[in-house]
């Protein structure tokens, strides 16, 4: 196979020149051809990125006649272009959709650990299109609503990117996606100075609780795609999962809200009933204190009626005083609740307590508890293995639940509370 012969050249080359760059004379020369200058250009930057071993993997071979083509050169291209490496970092992530003339879109991705690459690709050219019709992926999911604004539409790009996100979740992971109000296509970024791709809305009440996904994150997503090569997805899945994660930390916190709501409103008609029977209870201790005042009706049987009521309601009146005291603590416990859980909330501290996560997983990442969370959640959800090996103890703990086990004791401790 031509292909693969330029390919491990490049391995070989790669593997001499590094040892021997400092003290060797001119690299040894490949076989000239198209690829030529790119290998150069590649081996140069594996260089200047300190990266002294490079693993190739080819998947997904369809054509075994495919011509000498110029997907080396495609691999090489997307080496040679490999961004710095964040100075905190000693991972770093390229995903890069090469066209190539005679076979199409092509995904290459590179994952660099220390010192070593591993570069995947296909021959499988790729295209995000989902041609259902927004009904369908909304029915197939059991989304509440896809709305969109003029001018940003669910267009087949954006419903492929969505419809691959789901299909990454979890079936609890997926509850809460579906509890949202609506996932928006928006026009407008409400704070353009932040540059966000998409933003998460929670609270309480239904209407709060929505995902908007904004033009400006299909931005440059031709060129770029999320997840390994051999599962290439478009880029706003990325986007819209790492909203999905923010819905995922803000679920005990909406939950509790939306338990406090309810709780204040049976509270506040419990008052008012209450009230009335207050009312009632002095109407009748006047009727009483009226008709006792003379003796000869003190004895008489509608007296004895109207004082058993009165004695019936005060102990209503006085069993529903306490239980109303008990309601107003779990009121305030509540409320108490909601200050303290805060943001990020609990599943985000379980997370940060990982060794070395708030210093990642993305430059994003690093802004704050929360973004980090989201960034995690994003990456380990589109690439497991990829995740794996920049934080396997954090991968560990996705892959064991523990974000899930760390929302259940939430919504447990939420539940013993409001009791
Ligand atoms: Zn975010």
């Known amino acids: 196979m031509p292909t693969i012969r330029v390919v491990r050249n490049l391995v070989v080359y790669l593997a001499i020149s590094m040892g021997l760059r400092a003290h060797a004379g001119p690299p040894p020369s490949v076989d000239p ?88 690709y296909t ?17 197939k999911w059991g989304l509440n609503a896809l709305a969109e604004e003029e001018g940003a539409p669910w267009d087949p790009h954006a419903l492929a990117s969505l419809d691959a996100a789901l299909g990454l979740l979890t079936p609890t992971e997926l509850d809460i996606i579906t509890d949202l109000s609506s996932i928006v296509r928006s026009m407008v970024d409400p704070d353009p100075e932040d540059g966000a791709a998409g933003k998460y809305f929670g609270g309480g009440t239904d209407s709060l609780n929505h995902v908007e996904i904004y033009n400006s994150a299909f931005k440059g997503a031709e060129q770029v795609f999320v997840g390994p090569a051999s599962a290439p997805m478009p880029s706003v899945t990325g986007t819209i999962l790492h909203e999905f994660g923010h819905a995922f930390a803000a679920r005990p916190a909406r939950y509790l809200e939306a338990r406090h ?74 409320v108490e609740l909601i200050e303290a859980l805060g943001t990020p909330g609990p599943i985000v501290h379980t997370y940060a307590r990982i060794p070395g996560v708030l210093e990642g997983p993305t430059e994003y990442g690093r802004t704050d508890a929360g973004e980090s969370f989201a960034e995690a959640f994003a990456w380990w959800h589109e690439d497991p293995e990829g995740y794996r090996r920049a934080y396997p103890e954090a991968a560990a703990w996705f892959e064991r639940g523990g974000h899930i086990a760390a929302l259940k004791q939430a919504l447990a401790a939420i539940d013993m509370l409001s009791r």
Do not use: C
Request: hydrophobic share 35%; no cysteine; glycine share 4%.
């Open 261 to 334: 709501m309810l709780a204040v409103e049976e509270f506040e008609e419990r008052r008012l009933v209450q009230a009335a029977r207050s009312h009632r209870l002095d109407r009748l201790r006047g009727q009483l204190n009226h008709m006792g005042s003379g003796t000869s009706f003190s004895s008489s049987s509608s007296y004895r009626k109207k004082r058993e009521l009165y004695q019936r309601e005060m102990e209503v009146y006085d069993n529903e005083h306490d239980a109303l005291s008990r309601r107003s603590d779990v009121l305030h416990r509540q």
């Open 33 to 120: 051809s198209h690829t030529h200058g790119w290998l150069r250009s590649a081996q140069a930057r594996l260089h200047e990125l300190g990266i002294t071993s490079v693993t190739y993997e080819r998947r997904l071979i369809d054509n075994e006649d495919l011509l000498e083509s110029d997907l080396p050169a495609a691999v090489a291209a997307t080496l040679a272009n490999l961004p710095d490496r964040p100075d905190w970092a000693d991972h770093l992530r390229s995903r890069r959709l090469v066209d190539v003339d005679t076979l199409g879109i092509l995904p290459v991705a590179v994952d660099v650990q220390g010192q070593t690459a591993l570069v995947e």
């Open 123 to 139: 021959e499988k050219p790729v295209s995000f299109i989902s041609n259902a019709p927004v009904s369908k992926i909304k029915r």
